[in-house]
């Protein structure tokens, strides 16, 4: 460079005038060379840097792609399993969700086909699930398919409860029994993996089917797996669904033969007990002069237990009527639930002298006549249960986060704390009927209503100190009325 600007720099200036250039001018044009020298060394390093030969372009391009293709791929595969989660959540049919699964995989490797199979409710065959490309005459066959060590890939694979890669059916001896079946439709491999269930249960298979000798190979595994996988979550959210239903079959089922028993225990169980009773008591009047004080006594024994089976039968009756009998849930002011249980308790609280407290209570959505017998029932055994003091009640009620919580207090007797579950058993009683008089049905009608509303109901007690029974009522929305209000009694 520095030669360069001499040559040119002669041409047009005189030997005098350039003996006149300065020492700076001399290093400026000295350091211009060395920039241009040092530019030409980079560029040849890059050049050497760029010197690929022909065969590592090629290698390097099918990199790029395969990479390009990898992506893609997973991309696919990721969305076909988001569309077959979305038909699960939504709940469509199994056959839809399966057909569905195996669309994904097939569109993920051409030339395959593939079929899903469900175990039949008896355990010991597979149902055909789906099977989108199979051909329609083959999959009529393997529709009902035994499960068993020699029922080709699919019976095999329930039965060992693992996978089974068949590469050529024309020779395995697992085939034996399905192979001329097989070998018609141009079917050669079949590679069956077991769905199974959260719990390892054998649920069904899935199959993958080729028209030629096929080894598997450990790149196919994670798409099997994923197959497999979303296929065990659909078969299991359709039989809870399933069992769900039967449950509530089931349960229509119980509440008629409850409403039956209902029906024979309110007519044909009370006219006998009815005649007894009368018949006795015509017998201790029409014969009174005759009679011992033991006849007597025997009579009123006789008397007395019919009475208590009345009670008991009617109790029960009450008990079997809260879930088929009660009233379409409105708003109801909780206030003026508990000045109708008061009031049918006027003389209870009268003869006691029982002091009845409350708070403002709220409006809820419910049934006013059964929620005024929990309230009734509860502060009946706060006065019935008070001990040596005069009985002191309180009914408040505290805001949660989702509900009201209920409170009925007292100074009673208390519970220990080994039967405060058994309360709330159907005829459970912790007192002698001579002490403290009732069925023991009270509390376990309060807890089926309760638990009708949405609630919950428990018990908090120190023996000889009282005891306060809570329970819970969802809200009523605010737009309805839902907010405390009311006065103390």
């Known amino acids: 460079m520095h030669k360069l600007l001499q040559r040119q720099l002669q041409r047009y200036l005189s030997s005098e005038s350039l003996s006149h250039l300065t020492d700076g001018w001399r290093d400026l044009l000295s350091a211009v060379d060395q920039a241009y020298e040092q530019a030409d060394v980079d560029r040849q390093l890059l050049e050497r840097s760029l010197d690929l030969t022909s065969q590592d ?5 099918k990199e790029l792609w395969s990479d390009i293709s990898r992506r893609k791929h997973a991309e696919a595969l990721l969305a076909g399993q988001k569309r077959v989660l979305e038909l699960v959540a939504r709940g469509v049919p199994l056959s839809e969700t399966l057909e569905m699964i195996c669309r994904v995989v097939e569109d993920d490797s051409p030339g395959i086909l593939c079929g899903i199979c469900v175990v039949d409710s008896d355990g010991q065959h597979l149902r055909l699930g789906a099977a989108p490309s199979l051909p329609e005459t083959y999959s009529r066959l393997v529709d009902g398919l035994p499960i068993g060590p020699h029922a080709g890939s699919c019976g095999t694979a329930a039965y060992e409860a693992k996978p089974v890669m068949v590469s050529d059916i024309a020779s395995d001896p697992r085939w034996e029994a399905y192979r001329q079946a097989a070998l018609s439709h141009g079917l050669r491999a079949c590679w ?3 769905i199974l269930s959260m719990k390892g249960k054998v649920l069904g298979t899935f199959a993958i089917y080729y028209q030629q000798p096929q080894v598997a190979t450990v790149e196919s595994l994670p798409l099997i797996e994923v197959a497999t996988h979303l296929a065990g979550i659909a078969i299991e959210r359709q039989q809870a669904e399933w069992s769900v239903k039967q449950q509530a079959a089931e349960l ?3 509440n008629a033969d409850l409403e039956q028993f209902a029906y024979v225990a309110s007519h044909d169980l009370q006219e006998p007990l009815r005649m007894i009773a009368s018949y006795t008591q015509l017998l201790a009047r029409r014969y009174q002069d005759r009679l011992d004080a033991d006849a007597k006594e025997f009579i009123q024994y006789a008397v007395d237990g019919v009475t208590r089976m009345q009670t008991l039968i009617n109790d029960l009756l009450s008990y079997s009527r809260v879930g088929t009998k009660g009233k379409a849930f409105e708003p109801t002011d909780c206030n ?3 000045q109708r249980a008061l009031e049918n308790l006027r003389l209870t609280i009268q003869e006691t ?3 009845i407290m409350n708070d403002p209570l709220p409006t809820v959505n419910g049934d ?9 029932n509860l502060i009946s055994n706060a006065i019935k249960f008070h001990g040596s003091n005069s009985p002191h009640v309180h009914i408040g009620v505290t805001q949660k986060s989702r509900d009201w919580e209920f409170a009925v207090s007292d100074n009673g007797i208390g519970i220990p704390e080994e039967h405060r579950g058994r309360i709330f058993v159907i005829f459970q009683r912790l007192h002698h009927r001579h002490e403290y008089p009732g069925t023991g049905i009270g509390l376990a009608i309060c807890k089926k209503i309760v638990e009708r509303h949405g609630g919950r109901i428990w018990v908090e007690s120190e023996p000889g100190k009282g005891s306060s029974f ?14 405390p209000n009311g006065n103390a009694s």
């Open 368 to 376: 006013m006549i059964q929620l005024t017998q929990v309230f009734q």
């Open 252 to 254: 229509v089922r119980s």
């Open 336 to 338: 003026g639930v508990l």
């Open 57 to 61: 372009l090629i290698l390097r391009n």
């Open 470 to 483: 809570f329970f819970t009522l969802p809200f009523l929305p605010l737009s309805e009325g839902g907010q």
């Open 353 to 355: 002298k029982a002091e």
């Open 192 to 194: 069956s993996t077991p």
